[in-house]
């Protein structure tokens, strides 16, 4: 996704506030939120930006976002510079597949989320889109682990993986 960012001019007081200031730009609102018409739900934080600043290109990735209280729109963003090679630290969303042939839905039961997102450090080339956990075999009362997620060997998780991911409960 590409983002034209500008730089952000005013006056500071302190020398610590100047500094900041070289490195603080701004998008504009339009612009980023054309952007994020295409970004699925949920995954903003493994979406990797193309920040055009002067001419200039640079990667990133979003490292946080601040929203207005009532409107919801985004105030303040935080990127996170990376090239390639480097490595970021990204949640990545996790995503049931077969929840319609799910044994334990047939039954009665109702899937329930426990962790919608597994945080990962890997190069900034190799963020994965999502992760997914097949429930399809996951009968009332069962329950998928993040252990259950297959990770590429260039991805390391940074959550405990013995921890329950998604569970079948009943209604």
């Known amino acids: 996704m590409k983002l034209t960012v ?3 001019l005013g006056k500071k ?22 952007i994020m018409r295409y970004i699925e739900k949920n995954h903003l934080s493994n979406t990797c930006f193309q920040l055009n600043l002067d001419g ?19 105030l303040h963003i935080d990127f996170l ?9 990204v ?4 995503t049931c597949i077969n929840a319609i042939d799910c044994v334990g839905i047939k039954l009665g039961g109702v899937l329930r989320t426990v962790i919608r997102s597994l945080l990962v450090r890997c190069k900034l ?26 990770l590429p060997a260039n991805v390391t998780p940074l959550l405990p993986m013995n921890e329950v991911a998604i569970t079948n409960a009943k209604r």
Do not use: C
Not at 13 to 34: C, H, M, N, P, Y
Not at 56 to 73: E, S
Not at 91 to 94: F, G, L, N, T
Not at 125 to 144: Q, R, S, T, Y
């Open 81 to 89: 510079l990376a090239g390639d090679e480097d490595f970021v630290n």
């Open 6 to 8: 500008f730089k952000r």
């Open 13 to 34: 007081k302190s020398d610590l506030t100047r500094l900041r200031a070289l490195k603080d730009i701004f998008v504009k609102g339009q612009e980023f939120a054309a």
């Open 91 to 94: 949640a990545i969303p996790i």
């Open 56 to 74: 200039t290109n640079y990667k990133a990735v979003v490292k946080g976002i601040q929203y207005q209280k009532t409107t919801y729109q985004p």
């Open 125 to 150: 080339k190799d963020i994965p889109k999502h992760f997914m956990l097949d429930v399809k075999e996951m009968n009332i009362g069962g329950n998928k682990k993040l252990a259950d997620i297959e």
